[in-house]
């Protein structure tokens, strides 16, 4: 079945560091693919998404590019801050019917 | 717009009793899930509905309804709680357009003993 692996956290980076995570899926359509974020006692918030292959989705100075040939949607930021210490969650949605499928999720913590 | 709205934050029951976690969202959006978040899973998929009317199982619907009488609303049921349903709950909605982004809530937090 459609599934998302995510790299083991937690992942522990000093400030201005350079972040990535890494996320596989298997899908038997085409999916679209996520990265979303929860910040401490929150929910979770889109960070940014991709629709088709090759596609990069970015905000906030995150990237991840879709790429069907490895099947994968690393996200990967420059310069991480302080303030980005959340657990990131990578997800796939194949149809319309509104189900995504999400990876464990990967803590980061970044330390001053 | 309030969003996706979830209510209550938290609740305690004890094993055996039922509940409602209820979940509205103003966005007029068609698709809503519910998904329960458990330490190193992930996000799983309880419930889902495409419209009023329509509602279908996700990856771990058992012990738990759902109905959907209205676009606005909907609810979850726990029939008879069990000390596996202690998780956190998120109510999820998105609208019907080929955008596939979808709005959480602030989630429940509940326990069973």
């Known amino acids: 079945g459609d599934s998302v692996t995510q790299m083991e956290g937690p992942v522990t980076l000093s400030e201005e560091a350079f972040l990535t995570i890494n996320c596989t899926y298997t899908?038997?359509?085409?999916?679209?693919l996520f990265w979303y974020v929860q910040y401490p006692g929150e929910g979770l918030q889109l960070l940014l998404k991709?629709?088709?292959?090759?596609d990069k989705g970015s905000n906030k100075g995150f990237e991840a590019t879709y790429r069907k040939e490895t099947t994968s949607f690393h996200l990967e930021k420059g310069s991480v801050q302080v303030s980005d210490s959340a657990v990131y969650f990578c997800?796939?949605?194949?149809?319309?019917?509104?189900?995504?499928?999400f990876g464990q999720g990967t803590t980061l913590q970044v330390k001053p | 717009n309030a969003g996706v709205t979830q209510t209550p934050k938290f609740q305690v029951l004890k094993t055996g009793q039922s509940m409602t976690l209820q979940c509205a969202q103003d966005?007029?959006?068609?698709?809503m899930s519910w998904y329960r978040q458990d330490p190193g899973m992930g996000l799983r998929l309880i419930h889902y509905s495409v419209g009023a009317g329509i509602t279908d199982q996700g990856e771990v619907p058992n012990g738990y309804n759902v109905s959907r009488s209205t676009t606005e609303d909907f609810p979850l049921r726990l029939l008879s709680a069990a000390p596996s349903q202690t998780s956190v709950y998120f109510c999820?909605?998105?609208?019907?357009?080929?955008?596939?982004?979808?709005?959480f809530g602030p989630g429940t937090r509940l326990t069973v003993l």
């Open positions: 899908a038997t359509g085409y999916p679209s």
């Open positions: 999820a909605s998105r609208p019907s357009g080929i955008t596939d982004t979808q709005y």
């Open positions: 966005m007029n959006h068609e698709y």
């Open positions: 997800a796939l949605s194949i149809s319309n019917t509104g189900k995504l499928i």
């Open positions: 991709a629709t088709k292959a090759d």
